[in-house]
């Protein structure tokens, strides 16, 4: 044991690794860069626009349903044409559509570069597929810590960047700040390399039958199950939107159809999935009992983390009472603390993560994002309550999700582990397009009668968000726990549930 443990510190990681993560880091931290410079500028759309709160929200919601379908497409791609490929051409469409947004005059034209932008964004499994190829297992934690750190250095300088911009320049500013990205994409399509190995499942014969047959199912594509899926997702979110826009009483019988449909698209979708051979989201993925949790902690991280950031701009911006009067600047303010020590805790979870494992830093990270979340919802009265508590929620969440994140890439079969990523991306994203919907139930059900500054949530929908982000937290700790008990009990059926997979 003692000869492994040296033997795994011994592994050096090559200077064209590191260079290969510093340019993917970079990559997704301009990317985010871009995201989150919007967030403050959400009052000013609605005005704009003259839209409610309820259509805003799709401005997330709308290219996260996106990036959630299209996420396992690209993955398929990935193994069909390879990861550095399709990683370029999704990077590409995302600088354009990003751009594009800029020019924007109606809120439908607004939405529409929001959902290409969301083809783009399913670039992320792809880049982690390529550092799962790049580093040797032993450092792959390291990796995954800094390229999740690049994610919240994103965050933390585009809400700065973004809020000024948005103050002196207006929010269609903040979508022009994204073409220096194009050199990062040079500089992949130059520099980068991919390994250009074909994983072959453990224990298969090599037969040109077999070699046909697996060949066959990676050059198909399931379009009809991500059809299925794309009308599943949107139902949901539009049964959300309808509840917001006239409560459950006002649009029952739309509320109740909306809901009808994703119901039976969602078991189309299951029908589609188990017939085809080459599926869009794999069920066996989802039997694992090492992956199963991580995944569902996965969604639950992800509208924690978007029902939060459209919430605190609102109550940061509303009118005193209702909230503290600010602007763009000030929202970002508050917010910054939580994005400061998403970063200062994501860069540092690896070493954690390599010190006590992946299992514990889920369950500290949910407690500590439980008492954040508790702490909001008894005190929020004044703004460094509120940021205080954000940073609380920011540590706990950015422990979770890094070794959550960690668990998905190193202990899927390599064989597996585009798919993998791709579905856990995929269910993290419907998690995220969740979130601002949710919130928008809770504004728009809780709303003051339009006076002369308007209408605007009452402090009772802000208690709703943060009780939520409560329970999230306590169904985090729940899954992690069931997590742990599970490897600890017995450890031999996790050996056998993965070698199910590699079959």
């Given at each position: 044991?003692?000869?492994?443990?040296?033997?795994?510190?011994?592994?050096?990681?090559?200077?064209?690794?590191?260079?290969?993560?510093?340019?993917?880091?970079?990559?997704?931290?301009?990317?985010?860069?871009?995201?989150?410079?919007?967030?403050?500028?959400?009052?000013?759309?609605?005005?704009?626009?003259?839209?409610?709160?309820?259509?805003?929200?799709?401005?997330?919601?709308?290219?996260?349903?996106?990036?959630?379908?299209?996420?396992?497409?690209?993955?398929?791609?990935?193994?069909?044409?390879?990861?550095?490929?399709?990683?370029?051409?999704?990077?590409?469409?995302?600088?354009?559509?990003?751009?594009?947004?800029?020019?924007?005059?109606?809120?439908?034209?607004?939405?529409?570069?929001?959902?290409?932008?969301g083809v783009g964004l399913a670039a992320v499994p792809a880049a982690f597929s390529l550092l799962r190829d790049t580093f040797p297992p032993t450092k792959l934690a390291l990796a995954v810590g800094v390229f999740g750190s690049a994610y919240s250095g994103g965050s933390v300088v585009g809400l700065l960047a973004g809020a000024s911009i948005i103050h002196n320049f207006g929010w269609h500013s903040t979508f022009f700040f994204i073409?220096?990205?194009?050199?990062?994409?040079?500089?992949?399509?130059?520099?980068?390399?991919?390994?250009?190995?074909?994983?072959?499942?453990?224990?298969?014969?090599?037969?040109?039958?077999?070699?046909?047959?697996?060949?066959?199912?990676?050059?198909?594509?399931?379009?009809?199950?991500?059809?299925?899926?794309?009308?599943?997702?949107?139902?949901?979110?539009?049964?959300?939107?309808?509840?917001?826009?006239?409560?459950?009483?006002?649009?029952?019988?739309?509320?109740?159809?909306?809901?009808?449909?994703?119901?039976?698209?969602?078991?189309?979708?299951?029908?589609?999935?188990?017939?085809?051979?080459?599926?869009?989201?794999?069920?066996?993925?989802?039997?694992?009992?090492?992956?199963?949790?991580?995944?569902?902690?996965?969604?639950?991280?992800?509208?924690?983390?978007?029902?939060?950031?459209?919430?605190?701009?609102?109550?940061?911006?509303?009118?005193?009472?209702?909230?503290?009067?600010?602007?763009?600047?000030?929202?970002?303010?508050?917010?910054?603390?939580?994005?400061?020590?998403f970063l200062i805790l994501a860069s540092a979870a690896p070493f954690i993560i390599n010190k006590i494992g992946n299992k514990k830093p889920i369950i500290i990270g949910g407690l500590i994002s439980l008492m954040g979340s508790v702490g909001l919802l008894v005190y929020h009265s004044t703004e460094f309550a509120i940021s205080a508590n954000l940073a609380i929620i920011a540590t706990g969440l950015s422990l979770a999700i890094t070794?959550?994140?960690?668990?998905?890439?190193?202990?899927?079969?390599?064989?597996?582990?585009?798919?993998?990523?791709?579905?856990?991306?995929?269910?993290?994203?419907?998690?995220?397009?969740?979130?601002?919907?949710?919130?928008?139930?809770?504004?728009?059900?809780?709303?003051?009668?339009?006076?002369?500054?308007?209408?605007?949530?009452?402090?009772?929908?802000?208690?709703?968000?943060?009780?939520?982000?409560?329970?999230?937290?306590?169904?985090?700790?729940?899954?992690?726990?069931?997590?742990?008990?599970?490897?600890?009990?017995?450890?031999?059926?996790?050996?056998?549930?993965?070698?199910?997979?590699?079959?």
């Open positions: 044991m003692l000869k492994a443990k040296e033997d795994s510190r011994s592994i050096t990681v090559t200077r064209e690794a590191w260079f290969t993560l510093g340019i993917l880091s970079s990559t997704l931290l301009v990317v985010f860069f871009s995201e989150t410079m919007l967030l403050p500028a959400i009052p000013e759309i609605m005005k704009d626009f003259r839209v409610p709160y309820a259509l805003a929200a799709w401005i997330f919601s709308g290219y996260m349903i996106v990036a959630a379908v299209m996420t396992p497409i690209a993955g398929k791609l990935s193994d069909i044409y390879g990861k550095k490929k399709v990683l370029l051409t999704l990077l590409v469409i995302y600088i354009a559509a990003t751009a594009a947004g800029g020019f924007a005059n109606t809120i439908s034209f607004l939405f529409m570069t929001r959902l290409v932008q073409a220096p990205m194009a050199v990062f994409v040079a500089m992949i399509a130059k520099f980068v390399k991919e390994s250009k190995e074909v994983p072959r499942p453990e224990g298969s014969r090599k037969s040109t039958y077999n070699d046909k047959l697996r060949a066959s199912q990676r050059l198909s594509i399931d379009i009809k199950g991500a059809i299925a899926l794309s009308v599943t997702t949107t139902a949901f979110i539009m049964a959300l939107t309808l509840v917001q826009t006239g409560g459950i009483s006002g649009n029952l019988e739309e509320v109740a159809t909306a809901f009808l449909v994703s119901i039976i698209s969602l078991s189309v979708f299951t029908i589609i999935e188990r017939r085809t051979n080459s599926p869009l989201l794999d069920f066996r993925l989802l039997r694992n009992r090492t992956l199963l949790p991580s995944y569902l902690i996965l969604v639950a991280i992800g509208i924690t983390m978007f029902m939060a950031y459209p919430s605190i701009v609102q109550l940061v911006r509303s009118p005193v009472p209702l909230g503290f009067g600010g602007n763009a600047v000030d929202a970002a303010n508050v917010q910054l603390p939580f994005m400061i020590m070794a959550t994140w960690n668990i998905v890439v190193s202990e899927s079969p390599k064989e597996f582990i585009g798919i993998s990523t791709a579905v856990g991306a995929l269910l993290m994203f419907i998690g995220m397009a969740t979130g601002p919907a949710v919130a928008g139930v809770y504004m728009e059900d809780h709303r003051t009668i339009a006076g002369v500054q308007g209408s605007y949530p009452t402090l009772r929908s802000y208690d709703l968000v943060f009780l939520t982000s409560a329970l999230l937290s306590g169904i985090s700790i729940g899954f992690a726990l069931v997590l742990s008990s599970r490897e600890v009990q017995n450890p031999i059926k996790q050996i056998r549930s993965l070698d199910v997979l590699r079959r």
